[in-house]
């Protein structure tokens, strides 16, 4: 574990405090959410209503929810009916399993859009759009699109309103320059990264959300909660270490405890760092184990 812990200050849209901050303010979510969505795929959308940290739960009480950290819908403007759907996703922890991750967000968001009795082709577009400080096919490409396709015949479209895209920061091929300078900018959200008028206008409210006296406090009582949580757990042991906590451990837990306090589940809180089976039902129920 860090000795040297961050000051808000120091933090960019990639971590995911900053992020979720900035979604759940609307002024500050419109303006990022809308240039995520039009520098990566280039749609020109509508309104949107935008829902931070939605928990989908599943089908069955045995079955795994999800929290969708930003859930977009683009709605006509005079019925508020959903055309279009837009799930945004940043990702700091390196997974190998993120292809099937992200089918089961996919699967469970398309439950939830379907009415009894609605026919399958009013299901809305569904774009997922990952954020990633990592390159997950390594192949150094700020944009990998995904889409379902019939394999011996390529020039068939096969149209299921599905589109992935895994956005990657640190990617030097591929996409636009507009989307380069905003991925360089989430990953390190500072003044000389803001190059055009829309990121000089989303940095200046990043800054004012830093500035705000409760989400400082907030991020300061979740870094003493990490702290005492992997403290806690090292000590009883109840996390197996050879050398260390990890940082993927740490990033987890920190997670685990904003997500805990946005929904000011404070005697979750507590109990996660004194019962191992407790903290287990958590992670499982976040889709996070």
């Given at each position: 574990?860090?000795?040297?812990?961050?000051?808000?200050?120091?933090?960019?849209?990639?971590?995911?405090?900053?992020?979720?901050?900035?979604?759940?303010?609307?002024?500050?979510?419109?303006?990022?959410?809308?240039?995520?969505?039009?520098?990566?795929?280039?749609?020109?959308?509508?309104?949107?209503?935008?829902?931070?940290?939605?928990?989908?739960?599943?089908?069955?009480?045995?079955?795994?929810?999800?929290?969708?950290?930003?859930?977009?819908?683009?709605?006509?403007?005079?019925?508020?009916?959903?055309?279009?759907?837009?799930?945004?996703?940043?990702?700091?922890?390196?997974?190998?399993?993120?292809?099937?991750?992200?089918?089961?967000?996919?699967?469970?968001?398309?439950?939830?859009?379907?009415?009894?009795?609605?026919?399958?082709?009013?299901?809305?577009?569904?774009?997922?759009?990952?954020?990633?400080?990592?390159?997950?096919?390594?192949?150094?490409?700020?944009?990998?699109?995904?889409?379902?396709?019939?394999?011996?015949?390529?020039?068939?479209?096969?149209?299921?309103?599905?589109?992935?895209?895994?956005?990657?920061?640190?990617?030097?091929?591929?996409?636009?320059?507009?989307?380069?300078?905003?991925?360089?900018?989430?990953?390190?959200?500072?003044?000389?990264?803001?190059?055009?008028?829309?990121?000089?206008?989303?940095?200046?409210?990043?800054?004012?959300?830093?500035?705000?006296?409760?989400?400082?406090?907030?991020?300061?009582?979740?870094?003493?909660?990490?702290?005492?949580?992997?403290?806690?757990?090292?000590?009883?042991?109840?996390i197996e270490v050879t050398q260390k906590v990890t940082e993927n451990v740490e990033q987890q837990m920190a997670e685990l405890a904003k997500i805990l306090v946005n929904a000011n589940r404070m005697e979750d809180l507590q109990r996660m760092a004194d019962d191992k089976d407790y903290r287990k039902k958590l992670l499982a129920e976040f889709d996070m184990a």
């Amino acid at each position: 574990m860090s000795n040297t812990r961050r000051r808000i200050e120091e933090l960019s849209l990639i971590d995911d405090f900053m992020f979720t901050e900035a979604s759940v303010d609307q002024k500050t979510a419109q303006i990022l959410v809308g240039m995520i969505i039009t520098r990566a795929t280039g749609l020109k959308v509508g309104k949107l209503v935008i829902e931070a940290q939605k928990t989908v739960n599943g089908v069955d009480t045995d079955c795994h929810g999800v929290r969708l950290d930003v859930a977009v819908h683009e709605v006509e403007t005079e019925e508020g009916k959903t055309v279009q759907l837009f799930d945004i996703e940043p990702n700091n922890i390196q997974t190998d399993n993120l292809p099937k991750r992200s089918r089961y967000y996919q699967a469970l968001t398309d439950v939830k859009v379907l009415e009894s009795g609605i026919d399958y082709d009013k299901i809305p577009n569904l774009w997922m759009i990952w954020i990633l400080p990592y390159d997950p096919f390594e192949k150094d490409y700020m944009m990998y699109s995904v889409k379902n396709r019939v394999e011996e015949f390529p020039e068939i479209e096969y149209n299921d309103g599905v589109r992935k895209l895994f956005l990657y920061t640190g990617g030097t091929k591929g996409g636009t320059e507009s989307l380069r300078d905003l991925l360089v900018y989430i990953q390190n959200s500072k003044a000389e990264n803001a190059v055009d008028e829309e990121l000089k206008e989303l940095h200046s409210n990043v800054e004012r959300l830093k500035s705000k006296k409760e989400i400082g406090v907030k991020y300061m009582r979740m870094q003493d909660v990490i702290e005492y949580k992997i403290k806690t757990a090292v000590e009883a042991n109840t996390i197996e270490v050879t050398q260390k906590v990890t940082e993927n451990v740490e990033q987890q837990m920190a997670e685990l405890a904003k997500i805990l306090v946005n929904a000011n589940r404070m005697e979750d809180l507590q109990r996660m760092a004194d019962d191992k089976d407790y903290r287990k039902k958590l992670l499982a129920e976040f889709d996070m184990a």
